[in-house]
């Protein structure tokens, strides 16, 4: 309780008991920079559930809209001093929320320099701005074709104050202002400017994402986006090669592991150690990969996704929660595909499974046969 009550202090300073029981307290709360009256009645028992919150007509005003999670809050914590750091930082996100609904709008000039901004960088590379003007989408076209945008979050001191950038980028994106002499301009130019040269910096990435994409009947994910670094390739029925690329170095080795029965990726998996000296940065990821696994994968042009897709020998569906079957029994009569998660509900509602550490023994739903399960922390 001492512990309780000294962090309790700690954290709210100017909030102090006004009995020696310790059932009222009084004081003030603080959130940037200002500090609110307010008063807390504990029941004898001094359960949270049954306190009353007694506010100043400040604190009350801010806090409008917020009631119903004040009194959920009060609900479920624990102790005041947990309730009160949660109240805490439901004040700070309706001061802020307040500042934004009734910050000024910003100064006529705003608007015709960046109107200006735009005029210079050309019309045709704005795909949208909204009504304010506080959020813009450019967008520009790689040596490939490739076509790519950036949102730019503009706040009411722009051009004094630089702009958030969201870009579908692989890597972090961060662009600086660097404003030139007698170029009013060169605020938004110098940003789209980075864009562009971070865009020519990722061509060769996306130039072998998207050769992966194009010549090989890619699992996961269905719809890649341009950040998206990972593919899931089919390689034959129930067999599949999940590689990561390195952005800055598209072409070099891939992180790599197999997904099926041992039977099959185990040989797999001896041919890339033995091969990987024959590697060929000069080469594209792809024809090194056939290269170093000595395979051709699966054409799309002949053949259908469904003929590498089999539906979970558990829920009968392909997709659970995003994830597809990865887990398939080594019995090479049977090659059942499992989603990891339905095969370790079955296997552990079995009483003749057992479990070391994260493996579980058990057996096939579909032939009996022995079935080992390694619980990993991907997502599948």
């Known amino acids: 309780m001492a512990v309780t009550e000294a962090s309790l202090l700690r954290q709210c300073p100017l909030l102090l008991p006004q009995n020696r029981s310790k059932t009222v307290y009084e004081g003030f709360i603080s959130a940037?920079?200002?500090?609110?009256?307010?008063?807390?009645?504990?029941?004898?028992?001094?359960?949270?559930?049954?306190?009353?919150?007694?506010?100043?007509?400040?604190?009350?005003t801010i806090l409008n809209g917020y009631h119903q999670i004040v009194q959920q809050r009060m609900?479920?914590?624990?102790?005041?001093?947990?309730?009160?750091?949660?109240?805490?930082?439901?004040?700070?996100v309706a001061l802020k929320n307040r500042q934004?609904?009734?910050?000024?709008?910003?100064?006529?000039?705003?608007?015709?320099?960046?109107?200006?901004?735009?005029?210079?960088?050309?019309?045709?590379?704005l795909v949208y701005v909204d009504t304010c003007f506080s959020t813009i989408k450019l967008k520009a076209e790689d040596a490939s074709g490739r076509e790519h945008l950036i949102t730019l979050k503009l706040k009411a001191k722009y051009p004094a104050e630089s702009p958030e950038c969201f870009v579908d980028?692989?890597?972090?994106?961060?662009?600086?202002?660097?404003?030139?002499?007698?170029?009013?301009?060169?605020?938004?130019i110098s940003i789209y400017s980075q864009f562009l040269a971070a865009i020519e910096s990722l061509k060769a990435f996306w130039d072998v994402m998207d050769e992966i994409d194009e010549k090989t009947w890619v699992l996961e994910p269905e719809k890649p986006p341009r950040c998206?670094?990972?593919?899931?390739?089919?390689?034959?029925?129930?067999?599949?090669?999940?590689?990561?690329?390195?952005?800055?170095?598209?072409?070099m080795l891939p992180e790599c592991f197999f997904l099926g029965a041992d039977h099959v990726v185990k040989p797999l998996g001896i041919k890339l150690s033995r091969n990987i000296h024959l590697w060929d940065p000069?080469?594209?990821v792809l024809q090194n990969l056939k290269d170093v696994l000595e395979i051709d994968f699966p054409a799309r042009a002949i053949l259908e996704k469904s003929d590498f897709t089999m539906d979970c020998g558990i829920c009968y569906a392909y997709q659970l929660d995003g994830a597809i079957p990865d887990q398939v029994c080594d019995n090479s009569q049977c090659g059942q595909p499992f989603h990891q998660i339905c095969l370790y509900?079955?296997?552990?509602?079995?009483?003749?499974?057992?479990?070391?550490?994260?493996?579980?023994f058990g057996e096939c739903p579909y032939c009996s046969k022995p079935i080992t399960l390694k619980m990993s922390g991907r997502k599948h």
């Open 32 to 60: 940037q920079g200002r500090d609110f009256h307010l008063r807390v009645v504990l029941p004898e028992d001094l359960q949270l559930k049954n306190a009353r919150l007694l506010c100043s007509w400040q604190l009350r």
């Open 228 to 251: 998206a670094t990972a593919r899931r390739i089919a390689l034959g029925n129930n067999v599949s090669i999940n590689i990561e690329v390195d952005p800055r170095y598209p072409t």
């Open 345 to 360: 509900e079955w296997l552990r509602g079995l009483l003749t499974s057992r479990q070391s550490f994260n493996i579980i």
């Open 169 to 188: 980028f692989p890597v972090p994106f961060s662009a600086s202002r660097t404003p030139q002499v007698n170029s009013p301009q060169s605020s938004l």
């Open 282 to 284: 000069e080469n594209s």
């Open 100 to 125: 934004e609904l009734y910050a000024p709008p910003p100064p006529p000039q705003f608007y015709s320099s960046l109107i200006e901004e735009i005029g210079t960088l050309g019309w045709d590379k």
């Open 75 to 92: 609900q479920h914590s624990p102790d005041l001093m947990s309730f009160m750091m949660e109240l805490k930082m439901l004040l700070e």
